[in-house]
């Protein structure tokens, strides 16, 4: 059973994934080892399945990010479910339900590059593509 302060773990952990045990019990008043043994739990339960990498992709060479809906073609699921996952450029992407197949999140290096990762989108698809102009985050930026 996930109670208060398992929910407390996980939001301080949501918000900096490489904080130590000692941290992390500082702020809910618990010794690090019994912090320790609450995280092994909540991994061992698979609340918690793993840790993830916030990276800077401007600073990657890329200087353009979008989020993408695209239409398959009718009998081009199966295929572009496979596609998709090879495809480097995208940081995420999630089957939807609605009009669009798949919501994406996209890097990419200039507008040239764009084009043609769309070029690559309309052999199995109908892509609409929106640029993230910026991020609102928690820290009101």
Known sequence: MIDVTDRKIIELL????K???????KKIFLSPSSVRERIKK????EVIKGYSLKVDQALL???IEVFILLKVFTGKLQFAIKELQSYSEILEVHRITGHQ????RVALKDQLHLQKFID????FGEP????????LGTDGK
Not at 14 to 17: H, K, T
Not at 42 to 45: I, Q, R, S, V, Y
């Open 14 to 17: 949501n918000a900096n994934s």
């Open 19 to 25: 904080a130590s045990f000692a941290e992390i019990s």
């Open 42 to 45: 909540l991994e061992e339960l």
């Open 61 to 63: 060479g890329n200087t």
């Open 101 to 104: 197949n798949f919501h994406m």
């Open 120 to 123: 690559r989108l309309i052999t």
């Open 128 to 135: 609409t593509t929106h640029l993230i102009l910026s991020a």
